[in-house]
Structures are given as structure tokens and as C-alpha cells.
């Protein structure tokens, strides 16, 4: 469903790496995605990622974690985002998707990874009880006043390539810096890519913008997530 290869280069030698492994995903279908907290100062962000598996050959064990109720087949993360470094610092998976039983997360072993999730954002200064208030932004190619961004896209066809290859190239625009990346999808199988900016959050002049990638397929659907840069006036 995913080549994801991303990457490139800002007018300042920034680099963007949006390949598959540099995002917060958990290769399934995205139930909720939260901001605990983010810090400016610090350039770290706090994270839960909720997510569950689609059905295929069998269907997604309910494993009836804690506080799951509405969500009974769902698998919850936690992390720590680097803005500065552009990847994730530390993820810890308090609860594990299962499709049999045994593959779900014991109570003594969720207690122990949310532990150390909260130890950790509290050695990092990120307090999760903060749920920093989002600010809506508009569709591609709008800008976002706060702090002066910009945002295309453009879709190339690989006329030679049988699978229906496309590539798409988002670009950002800061004042004047240039970032920009790229991604490889197909169109084989009902293949679609879409990118949005999920949400933005800002702090004086600063803003940091939650990019969502998302794959769809006949086999199924994904979500990838990243941080964008600190952009500032």
C-alpha cells in the first residue's frame, strides 16, 4: 500500500525525511490522535496515538483494556516528538492491537509502559494534563497567518509505470524558507494518498503544524503523522 519516500531540501539545508518509518503510525486505521502537551522552548511534543485494526481473514480481539470501553479493539500509544530533530524521541505502546488473545497487553505489563511514558514526559517537562487548545486550519494551499505559512501541492504521473505510479511533492513556504518532500504512491488497487495540515498550534509569533498522511487501498487504510518545523514570523 506504501512507498513512502520523502525527503527533501530547504533553502536554509534543513532536510524534511517523511518516509514511513520517520512518522507516528501505527500502520492501521487512526481512532484518535491527541497533543498532550508541546513545549516551544524545549521543541518537544507530547503524543497519544489510538488506533485499531481492520478487519481481514479475522476479526480484532477486544482484549477490554481500561478506559477502552468505546473503543474495545483498539491498541493506544504514547510519545515524545523532537521538533527540532523532526522524529520521534520515545514511544511506548501502553496498549497493544491484538487479533487473538494472546497478544493482549497484560495489566501489569500496560501499568509498567505507562509508567515509564509518564516518567518520561515528566523528566522531559511535559506535563499531559495540559491538552494544549488547537488551532483549525483551512485547506491545502491556504495560508496560515500566524506565523506566515504556506502549503501546495502537486501531483506528477509516472506515465511508464504500470502500477499507476504517482508522485506528490508538498511544499512550504516561511518567509523566505523553502522546505519541501516527496512522496512515491500507486494507484494500483484503488491506491489513494491524501495529505492535510490536521491542526495547528501556536505560541506567540511560533506555530507548529500536525501534518496527516493518509494511504487507502483495496487492501486497507493508513494514517502516518508528523510534526512540521517551528515556523515563526
Given at each position: ?6 525527503l527533501l531540501t530547504a533553502a536554509q539545508g534543513a532536510t524534511l525525511d517523511r518516509g514511513f ?140 509505470d504500470g502500477m499507476g505510479g504517482m508522485m ?66
Amino acid at each position: 500500500m506504501l512507498t513512502a519516500l520523502a525527503l527533501l531540501t530547504a533553502a536554509q539545508g534543513a532536510t524534511l525525511d517523511r518516509g514511513f518509518r520517520a512518522g507516528i503510525s501505527l500502520g492501521e486505521v487512526t481512532d484518535k490522535f491527541e497533543v498532550l502537551d508541546i513545549s516551544f522552548s524545549k521543541g518537544l511534543v507530547a503524543f497519544k496515538l489510538v488506533a485499531h485494526a481492520l478487519p481481514m481473514e479475522e476479526e480484532p480481539y477486544a482484549c477490554k483494556y481500561a478506559g477502552m470501553q468505546a473503543l474495545p479493539v483498539s491498541g493506544v500509544m504514547l510519545g515524545i516528538w523532537d521538533l527540532k530533530a523532526s522524529k520521534v524521541q520515545g514511544n511506548w505502546m501502553v496498549y497493544d492491537i491484538a487479533m487473538v488473545a494472546e497478544e493482549c497487553t497484560s495489566h501489569e505489563e500496560s501499568t509498567k509502559r505507562l509508567n515509564a511514558a509518564k516518567a518520561a514526559f515528566e523528566k522531559a517537562g511535559l506535563d499531559i494534563a495540559k491538552k494544549p487548545k488547537a488551532v483549525a486550519v483551512g485547506p491545502k494551499d491556504t495560508s496560515f497567518a500566524a506565523a506566515r505559512v504556506s502549503w501546495t501541492r502537486k501531483d506528477v504521473a509516472d506515465e511508464e509505470d504500470g502500477m499507476g505510479g504517482m508522485m506528490t511533492t508538498v511544499g512550504y513556504k516561511n518567509g523566505e524558507t523553502e522546505l519541501s518532500f516527496q512522496i512515491e504512491w500507486q494507484r494500483a488497487m484503488a491506491g489513494t494518498y491524501e495529505f492535510s495540515i490536521d491542526r495547528a498550534f501556536v505560541e506567540g509569533s511560533r506555530a507548529v503544524l500536525l501534518e496527516r498522511h493518509h494511504w487507502g487501498s483495496m487492501r486497507g487504510d493508513s494514517d502516518i503523522f508528523y510534526f512540521s518545523p517551528v515556523f515563526a514570523k
